[in-house]
Structures are given as C-alpha cells and as structure tokens.
C-alpha cells in the first residue's frame, strides 16, 4: 500500500495447468486405441482445459455406445501425471452369467447356441443381444422372452432371459 497515492499493489500468481505431452488409453477393449483418440479434442501441446477433457469424456462413451457396448471413463486413474501424460482408463462392460429361466421342455443348450456371440466373458454389446435375441424367437419355440439386464460390478453385466416357450402339439 502507498500512502501518499492511496493505491495499492496487488500480484497475482496464474499457476497454468499442464501442458499435454500424449494419452496413455488403457483398456479399450474392443475398439482400437486409434479410434479412442480420434474423438478426443485435447490435442498433445495444448495446455489442458478441464472442460475440454469433460467433453473428450463423453465423446469417449458415445463412441462405445454407438457401436453397442457399454463403456465408462472411471474416475480413478483418470488424469495427467508428472510428464504431461493424460490417463484415461476405459471399462467396458463385459458379460457375467447368463441365466435362463422358463424352459420346461426346451433344452438350455438351443437358447445357448443361438447366443453364440454374446458368452460370458465376452464384451457386452446390446446389438450383438439384440441379434441373438432375434435368433431365438426365430426358433419358433417361444412365444415370449423377457432380458433383465443387472450390473453386478462395474464392468460386468449379468443376462437374465426370461422365457416362455410356446404350446406344442396343435
């Protein structure tokens, strides 16, 4: 403060983020770490805007939702370390157990074989069930079939088909 002005002299520190240097993308899954960065709109270079990386986070997940799977940014693990390294850790779902209720006469091994594409283990992917789905009304033995869809943990998705099978010998 100077007296005789009256004034006074304030300094303010801008502490910038950092600059980005690269991405490390862990678990992509089923989509190529290419396509991943190809939505993003940080750019190696610039210095990081956080809502920037928000909308880099949702362009992410409507990436793996457009293409079926069901995908999130987790939280932990997500930043920028030391060397200018922006993490971006990926889960996508992948399929837990499979139940299927309502056979009487049916065998569970027909409804299995028409969901070839979606075993557990594999990436959850709703067109994928949704294909399979067709394929077993396609059988002709059901006259209705009800999914339930659980996420037991992040990451895993649990299929429950409830079916109906039709009425035979008429």
Known sequence: ?????????????????????????????????????????????????????????????????????????????????????????IVVGKVGQIKINGLHKTKQWVVQREMYDQRPGDYYNINKLQRAYTRIFNTDLFSDIQPAFIERSVGVVDITLNMEEKRTGQ
């Open 1 to 89: 403060v100077d007296p005789a002005t009256n004034t006074a002299k304030v300094n303010i520190e801008v502490d910038e983020n950092d600059v980005v240097k690269a991405f490390a993308i862990t678990g992509a899954g089923p989509l190529k770490t290419s396509e991943v960065q190809a939505v993003i709109q940080t750019k190696p270079g610039l210095i990081l805007n956080l809502n920037t990386i928000r909308t880099d986070i949702t362009a992410i997940q409507k990436l793996y939702t457009d293409k079926g799977y069901k995908a999130s940014v987790q939280g932990e693990g997500f930043g920028i370390n030391n060397n200018g390294i922006v993490d971006i850790p």
